[in-house]
């Protein structure tokens, strides 16, 4: 929306207290975007269209036990305004420009900017 990104603050789970785009798992048989679709849908109440895959990241947090493939798309804001729709997942949400995004991100995040350098020149 308006060249900027939507991210939620993580909570009640490994990455507490960092910001990350809304986001989760595929369910049976779900494409890509569809999932993208619905999990924004879910978290923020805002719908997404156009949704293309971008890059992936391999992501491996040692102190919880974790690694992660983190598939990341880029969609346009079509509708909705953000909320938080699981207050037991996020304690915070906004729109932030890539050149000023808060701090600290979660680690697919993190290594998604680190990686990709994201510009949407």
Known sequence: KDDKILLLKRTGSHGADTWS???GHLEMNEQIEEC????VMEETNVTIAN???V???NDIMKQEGKHYITIFVEAAHADGTACINEPDKSTDIGWFSWDNLPKPLFLP???FVEKKGYSRQ
């Open 21 to 23: 785009l809304p986001g």
């Open 109 to 111: 995040l993190k290594h």
């Open 51 to 53: 949704v293309r895959v």
């Open 36 to 39: 993208a679709v619905r999990e």
């Open 55 to 57: 890059c992936f990241t």
